[in-house]
Structures are given as structure tokens and as C-alpha cells.
């Protein structure tokens, strides 16, 4: 008779390069956006680097193989940012509102500016305690930009919010700028429901 094995006596090997994590199999995606060059490499890096982060213990064991990747994708995406900067200043300069709700502008405009500022970085104050106020009045400043950029974009049907935002005596902070254009939109929405097709083919 051929000898049993004992089940209790087979362990895991976690280190082992042959052990598959319960989460690994080869339809697995670790981000919904698909690298198709210059065009994206920010954004799915970005996504990239927060995916394996969070999957780090069991992926450190390909290591030397990823880096390898990683360092090919780098030099062929991006090596120069000065043309994908330029973009994104253009992208931002431009966009407009048209058919997308307050939301998706917003989200649009903030993936731009998020990008951007992953390539562009504001300088870092490097003095113990900034007690000049300079950090402050940047901050500041660049929300001043940021609410500009977004309010140039909206739909002449929001020129009044936008006229009364400008007329303050203090700008708004971008986000309050943001929540009180939503509600503007959800009182519009109500006043002026939408027409069902049905009710129109009729």
C-alpha cells in the first residue's frame, strides 16, 4: 500500500515564485485605464503605482520583472512632459461645458489639473516654518486660478451664479464655488424637468 500524505504536514510556500495569490489570475486588472502612450501615461501610472501599493505583499516577488517593465514604460512616455504640459494648459484653456453636467465639467477640468500638478509640482518650502505668509497667498492664489478656469467654462446658463461668485467681496474657495453650482443645477433641473419621449412622441 502506497504511503498517505499527510495533509497536515503540507504547508504554503508564500515565497515560493510558483505560489499564486487567491487574487491573481490572468483576466485580472489592476486599473480600468488602458496605456495607449504619451496621450495617458500620467493618469495610469498614477493609478499603476496606487493599484500595486495596495497589492504589495504578494507582488514584491516579482520585483526585478516589474522594475524592468516599468523603467522600459518610463523612457518611452515619459522622458519629456514639456509637449504633454503644454497640452493640458491648452486642454485647460479651452474646455468647455456644452452638454456635460457641473459634475462631469468639474471632473473633467480636475483630472487636467491633477495631472498637471503631478508634472509640473508647485515648489516645495524647504525652510523650517514659512512665517511669511508666502505658502498661504500661493495656495490661495492658485484656487483664485483654478475658480476662473472653471467658471470660463460654463454654459451661458449659468451666468448669473457666475456673475454673483465674481462679485463677492472674497472668492470662493473652488469647492464652495463648485457646491453651490450644483444646487443651482438641481433647483434648474427641478423647475424644468425633462420631457419623457413618451410624452413627447404623444
Same mark, same amino acid.
Given at each position: 500500500?502506497?504511503?498517505?500524505?499527510?495533509?497536515?504536514?503540507?504547508?504554503?510556500?508564500?515565497?515560493?515564485?510558483?505560489?499564486?495569490?487567491?487574487?491573481?489570475?490572468?483576466?485580472?486588472?489592476?486599473?480600468?485605464?488602458?496605456?495607449?502612450?504619451?496621450?495617458?501615461?500620467?493618469?495610469?501610472?498614477?493609478?499603476?503605482?496606487? =493599484?500595486?501599493?495596495?497589492?504589495? $505583499?504578494?507582488?514584491?516577488?516579482? $520585483?526585478?520583472?516589474?522594475?524592468?517593465?516599468?523603467?522600459?514604460?518610463?523612457?518611452?512616455?515619459?522622458?519629456?512632459?514639456?509637449?504633454?504640459?503644454?497640452?493640458?494648459?491648452?486642454?485647460? =484653456?479651452?474646455?468647455?461645458?456644452?452638454?456635460?453636467?457641473? =459634475?462631469?465639467?468639474?471632473?473633467?477640468?480636475?483630472?487636467?489639473?491633477?495631472?498637471?500638478?503631478?508634472?509640473?509640482?508647485?515648489?516645495?518650502?524647504?525652510?523650517?516654518?514659512?512665517?511669511?505668509?508666502?505658502?498661504?497667498?500661493?495656495?490661495?492664489?492658485?484656487?483664485?486660478?483654478?475658480?476662473?478656469?472653471?467658471?470660463?467654462?460654463?454654459?451661458?446658463?449659468?451666468?448669473?451664479?457666475?456673475?454673483?461668485?465674481?462679485?463677492?467681496?472674497?472668492?470662493?474657495?473652488?469647492?464652495? =464655488?463648485?457646491?453651490?453650482?450644483?444646487?443651482?443645477?438641481?433647483?434648474?433641473?427641478?423647475?424644468?424637468?425633462?420631457?419623457?419621449?413618451?410624452?413627447?412622441?404623444?
Amino acid at each position: 500500500m502506497s504511503p498517505q500524505t499527510n495533509s497536515s504536514n503540507t504547508s504554503l510556500d508564500f515565497e515560493s515564485p510558483y505560489y499564486l495569490h487567491p487574487s491573481d489570475n490572468p483576466g485580472h486588472s489592476l486599473v480600468s485605464v488602458v496605456l495607449n502612450g504619451i496621450e495617458n501615461y500620467n493618469p495610469w501610472v498614477l493609478g499603476m503605482t496606487m =493599484a500595486l501599493l495596495m497589492n504589495l $505583499a504578494h507582488t514584491v516577488l516579482y $520585483a526585478d520583472f516589474a522594475a524592468t517593465i516599468w523603467a522600459d514604460l518610463k523612457s518611452r512616455f515619459s522622458t519629456i512632459n514639456g509637449p504633454r504640459i503644454y497640452d493640458l494648459e491648452r486642454r485647460i =484653456a479651452t474646455i468647455q461645458q456644452e452638454e456635460l453636467s457641473i =459634475a462631469q465639467y468639474y471632473n473633467q477640468l480636475r483630472c487636467f489639473w491633477d495631472e498637471l500638478n503631478l508634472i509640473d509640482s508647485p515648489p516645495n518650502c524647504t525652510c523650517q516654518g514659512c512665517s511669511c505668509g508666502a505658502k498661504e497667498k500661493y495656495l490661495r492664489q492658485q484656487n483664485n486660478r483654478k475658480l476662473m478656469q472653471f467658471l470660463m467654462g460654463l454654459n451661458d446658463t449659468y451666468s448669473q451664479p457666475r456673475s454673483q461668485l465674481l462679485l463677492t467681496s472674497n472668492l470662493p474657495d473652488l469647492s464652495g =464655488a463648485y457646491s453651490l453650482l450644483l444646487q443651482d443645477e438641481a433647483q434648474r433641473s427641478h423647475t424644468h424637468p425633462p420631457v419623457s419621449t413618451d410624452c413627447a412622441a404623444l
